[in-house]
């Protein structure tokens, strides 16, 4: 470990949800999101990121026709301070039959238990979208299941899954996320059936439970694949929506019943089935 890391803080007027979208597809660390921004954080120096994101502020003013505030700081600190901070900011979650809680911590003897490092994973349950997916999870997969988790990030849902007794498919356009996910697994004792680094139309399977939390537009371009992927009979978990665009994602599942929706706050996760 380097003695320091770097730390981007960055406060947007609007379309936050773009601005995310962009981070995701250009930096190959993980992020947080606040109320008006994010922070990101990386032992390189993150200015190169910095003028990412002002160049792409500027492309999206001219798009929209609109004005959009940009502001961000960018700091180096400590790296010690910044892992004993962070450990402590991060406490277990309890999610219906999951328990989701860093090494350092304790398990439950009376839950399911999902060891995630936040220092090393992407999704350690705390986001709404994680936790909406892990509650689907719990209610609809069954021991013996099929399920394929599509942009399996940190792995935890498929984790969950492999726990609950389902045979698990796991893949990821992003070659960090599968790493992740397989060192999160053999964290927790679990192994996939199959992981991958590319799409779900990879798969030639069907399963029974088929996940994907990403985000709505990218729901939107591989519906065809999700449901490809699905068994006549199976159910589909869709997540990382924001409820202003649930009636667009739903635009393209038509041939779908919601069997539940469930919401937290802004973000939606809705179960589908085949009509």
């Not at 492999?162 to 679990?190: R, Y």
């Not at 997540?239 to 202003?244: H, M, N, R, T, V």
């Not at 779908?256 to 802004?266: F, H, K, Q």
Request: proline share 2%; hydrophobic share 40%.
């Amino acid at each position: 470990m380097q003695d320091y890391y770097y730390e981007l803080v960055v406060k947007v007027s609007s379309h936050k949800e773009l601005f995310a979208d962009f981070l995701l597809d250009t930096i190959d660390v993980g992020f947080e999101e606040s109320e008006d921004g994010f922070t990101i954080r990386s032992e390189d120096e993150l200015e190169t990121i910095a003028w990412g994101l002002e160049q792409f502020c500027e492309a999206l003013q001219k798009a929209l026709g609109e004005i959009i505030e940009l502001e961000y700081k960018h700091k180096k600190l400590k790296n010690s301070d910044w892992v004993e901070l962070y450990q402590k900011s991060i406490t277990p979650i309890k999610i219906d039959k999951f328990y989701i809680h860093p090494t350092w911590d304790a398990q439950n003897p009376d839950l399911i238990n999902i060891a995630i490092d936040p220092a090393l994973a992407f999704g350690t349950g705390h986001h709404p979208t994680t936790a909406s997916s892990l509650r689907a999870i719990s209610k609809y997969v069954k021991k013996g299941d099929t399920l394929i988790d599509i942009g399996c990030g940190s792995g935890i849902l498929a984790i969950g899954a492999i726990k609950l007794g389902a045979i698990v498919d796991a893949c990821d356009t992003d070659a960090v996320s599968v790493e992740n996910s397989k060192e999160n697994a053999q964290l927790n004792g679990v192994e996939f059936a199959n992981i991958w680094e590319g799409s779900c139309s990879l798969s030639e399977k069907k399963y029974n439970v088929v996940v994907a939390n990403i985000v709505a537009d990218v729901l939107t371009f591989i519906a065809k694949d999700l449901k490809n992927a699905l068994k006549s009979d199976g159910v589909l978990i869709l997540s990382g929506i924001l409820d202003k665009y649930e009636n667009k994602v739903l635009s393209f599942y038509k041939d779908c019943d919601i069997l539940e929706r469930i919401a937290e706050g802004e973000w939606v996760t809705l179960v589908l089935k085949r009509k």
